[in-house]
């Protein structure tokens, strides 16, 4: 035992003290940077140069909010925490129990350790503070934690609390010299960012440099790519010597010139402290008579945690798609906020979905799917059902933080974005029967004159392969009142019962379940066709799209009696979505059970799969499948990224049950693999996962559960009998449609489970 002082209070230093100190969800409070890059300047030192009118020299992750949240990851050993007791000041020296001159919380009976709103009279904006926690369980209090410092804002903003863009400097992972006075480097991925280049001259000249996304076979950037893929040549004039040169990056049009609300263009801008950014992998120096002694590239990204995450498997495809996939969402941070790539840089809440689940998969992060979340709640976009996303988003946001402010903050914009102001006698909803209102949009925070479904995108256009229509929609017959449409809008009911709850409004919650549960019958009354057995596209089509079917079974609407022949239908179609609709009918073929063949979906190597991405040179996931399913595809679009959470959340099943996983799930669906691993970051701590086939008839699993969460273990299992052992001894389990059954606490777990 260790003796300590904290704020003058003598402490007996227990083995464990809560760690992961977070302060609205952000970790690093402490940090400055300046110009993208660490410094050695204190939080103090950043007010001191507000008040100077310095405002751009450090940058830090401010925190936005006068009444922040805080949370904190429980000692190991503490398996669940009964009572906690916060302390807030202006200096380390003031954090004194019944003294702390900000706030102190008391001794609160609580199971809470994130989304803990600071009370008091609300913190001041450009100040520095100290906060501490300590937590007690039945065995009494711990010591408090080490005091973490944060700054708030140095004005109260609009949205949540972020880091700021930092950059990562790096040399090629190879370069190579030829045809003359030729420099080709390549960086060994893509990502978005600026160069730099050291060139040695014995006299005044000019090099070209060329930088992009795709190359040729002899390791030269390519030149006239194609689609939206990017290349961009700078002429450089060098001077006699020997001298590093960097590259001004000029501004596309496209994503760099703000137009009002209402218009189709509203790209999110670089921050001043960066500078303009180019997405590259390649880089090519010609001309000229000099020597480019070397370069280096200066990628732009979030704060970035590449250890949060990692998978494993017995399939090497799978895995490269997975490492494609991971990649995809460190790369796309750059703007930080999520958006669609780089030829609009446009928030969409479609992308936004999917690169928040991904983002939750791979790295311990919540803030930035959070301001995303926010921004897009008063920034929607034109697509019926993407206005009807943000209820899943925000649910998403409380299922993986436990924080409820995100909630609260939206409640009202949430109400509204049900579109439940649509309905119709039939209990349906339809953008085209005249009751879209300008006030009513506006509510949704849609600035624009009107909304319309989309269903997939492109939605026409391109060559279908093994379709009948063209598109990415599988012919989808776009009628009054639309099956996806509606399937959205029970979701999106379904989760804001949910929200209502969370909030106490029990009122409302109780409204929105039973309108859920409205929706639901009707969508079955009067769009399954019951005699084929799956979905039509819409009242009085007889057109049977995929589209029509994954989402009624992605989201749970489907009776019982049809689900076979919803999924054999589903089945049927193929792979005859966008990389956006892989999302939703890979979520489908795992909610039915279909776990050998999404797995084939997962690992396929035809023209419409995540091996395609890699095989035409990408290192970020595309756009569209392929140039000829969406001809002005990028090179570097995060909502071709749903396999990154896809196999962490339904492959290895390891999902949240509870709000800040205070319960969650662990269930592999292996298919045909015989081993995998996986790490998955989440508030508490990460979970680790790993399963083998040992033989016929034997699976065994480790598994490792942060401190805080019970997890509930379902292992794969059809026999009759069987025999589990937990660490060696046997637990009692139970049988469940998808296997057998037994919940664990918290800490390292062996089981072993054989049909005997």
Not at 170 to 188: L, Q, Y
Not at 521 to 529: C, F, H, I, T
Not at 656 to 673: E, F, V
Not at 676 to 695: D, M, W
Request: proline residues 5%; contains cysteine.
């Amino acid at each position: 035992m260790l003796m300590t002082i904290l704020a003058g209070v003598v402490c007996v230093v227990a083995a464990v003290v809560p760690s992961g100190l977070r302060t609205e969800l952000i970790e690093d409070t402490e940090t400055v940077y300046s110009g993208g890059y660490r410094t050695t300047a204190s939080l103090g030192q950043v007010t001191d140069e507000w008040k100077r009118g310095n405002l751009n020299l450090f940058q830090a992750a401010a925190i936005s909010s006068p009444h922040p949240s805080f949370g904190w990851r429980l000692p190991a050993g503490m398996d669940t925490q009964e009572k906690y007791r916060i302390l807030v000041a202006t200096a380390p020296g003031k954090l004194k129990e019944g003294e702390a001159d900000v706030w102190d919380s008391g001794v609160v009976d609580s199971p809470d350790c994130t989304g803990v709103v600071c009370g008091g009279e609300g913190l001041m904006p450009a100040t520095v503070y100290y906060w501490t926690v300590k937590v007690a369980d039945g065995d009494g209090f711990t010591a408090y934690a080490p005091p973490r410092a944060f700054v708030t804002a140095r004005e109260w903003e609009e949205g949540f609390s972020r880091y700021p863009l930092v950059k990562s400097a790096g040399a090629p992972v190879s370069v190579s010299r030829h045809d003359g006075n030729v420099f080709t480097a390549d960086f060994g991925k893509a990502a978005f960012g600026q160069l730099s280049l050291t060139v040695n001259s014995h006299e005044e000249d000019t090099v070209t440099v060329h930088l992009g996304e795709a190359a040729e076979t002899g390791g030269t950037v390519r030149r006239d790519p194609g689609a939206s893929i990017r290349y961009a040549a700078y002429r450089v004039p060098v001077r006699k010597g020997t001298h590093t040169y960097r590259l001004a990056l000029l501004r596309d049009g496209r994503n760099s010139v703000i137009k009002p609300h209402g218009t189709d263009v509203r790209p999110v801008l670089m921050p001043e402290y960066i500078g303009e950014v180019f997405p590259f992998r390649y880089c090519e120096v010609e001309g000229g008579r000099s020597e480019v002694l070397s370069v280096e590239r200066e990628a732009v990204h979030y704060p970035w945690n590449e250890d949060a995450s990692f998978f494993h498997s017995s399939d090497t495809v799978l895995d490269r798609v997975w490492d494609l996939c991971k990649h995809s969402i460190y790369a796309t941070s750059f703007a930080g906020v999520y958006v669609d790539g780089d030829r609009e840089r446009i928030p969409y809440e479609a992308d936004a979905l999917i690169n928040q689940l991904s983002h939750y998969c791979v790295d311990d992060e919540f803030t930035l799917a959070r301001y995303s979340v926010d921004y897009l709640c008063r920034n929607a976009t034109w697509p019926t059902e993407w206005i009807l996303q943000a209820p899943l988003m925000a649910w998403n946001d409380y299922m993986y933080t436990g924080d409820r402010s995100l909630l609260a903050r939206n409640y009202e914009i949430l109400k509204a974005r049900t579109l439940m102001w649509l309905r119709e006698e039939n209990g349906l909803i339809s953008t085209t029967t005249g009751k879209q209102t300008r006030e009513l949009l506006r509510a949704c925070g849609y600035y624009g004159e009107s909304i319309r479904d989309i269903v997939d995108w492109p939605q026409s256009g391109a060559l279908g392969i093994g379709k009948e229509q063209p598109g990415e929609a599988d012919g989808y017959e776009l009628l009054a009142y639309n099956t996806v449409v509606n399937a959205y809008h029970y979701q999106a009911l379904k989760l804001m019962s949910g929200i209502a709850e969370a909030l106490g409004n029990m009122e409302d919650a109780a409204m929105y379940a039973a309108e859920a549960e409205r929706v639901r019958k009707n969508v079955n009354d009067l769009l399954l066709d019951t005699v084929k057995g799956y979905y039509r596209d819409g009242i009085g089509s007889e057109h049977y799209s995929l589209h029509a079917s994954m989402f009624p079974m992605a989201f749970g609407m489907v009776p019982e009696k049809y689900k076979g022949t919803v999924l054999e239908h589903m089945k049927s179609r193929g792979m005859a979505c966008s990389v956006y609709g892989s999302q939703f009918l890979l979520d489908a073929l795992y909610e039915g059970g279909m776990d050998d063949y999404a797995l084939q979906l997962l690992t396929a190597r035809g023209e419409r799969s995540w091996w395609n991405m890699i095989r035409v040179g990408s290192t970020v996931t595309l756009e569209g499948w392929d140039r000829q399913f969406k001809p002005n595809l990028d090179w570097n679009h995060a909502w071709g990224a749903a396999p990154a959470n896809i196999i962490a959340r339904k492959l290895m099943g390891v999902e949240p049950l509870a709000p800040g996983w205070s319960r969650m799930r662990i269930q592999p669906r292996p298919g045909t693999l015989s081993h995998a691993s996986i790490k998955v970051p989440t508030v508490l701590g990460p979970v680790k996962s790993s399963f083998n086939r040992v033989e016929d008839g034997v699976f065994s699993m480790e598994v490792e559960i942060p401190h805080g969460s019970v997890a509930q273990v379902i292992l794969p299992f059809t026999g009759r009998k069987y025999t589990l052992l937990a660490d060696g001894r046997k637990v009692r389990s139970r049988r469940v449609a998808a296997g057998i059954e037994v919940e664990l606490a918290s800490g390292s777990h062996s089981l072993l489970l054989t049909g005997k």
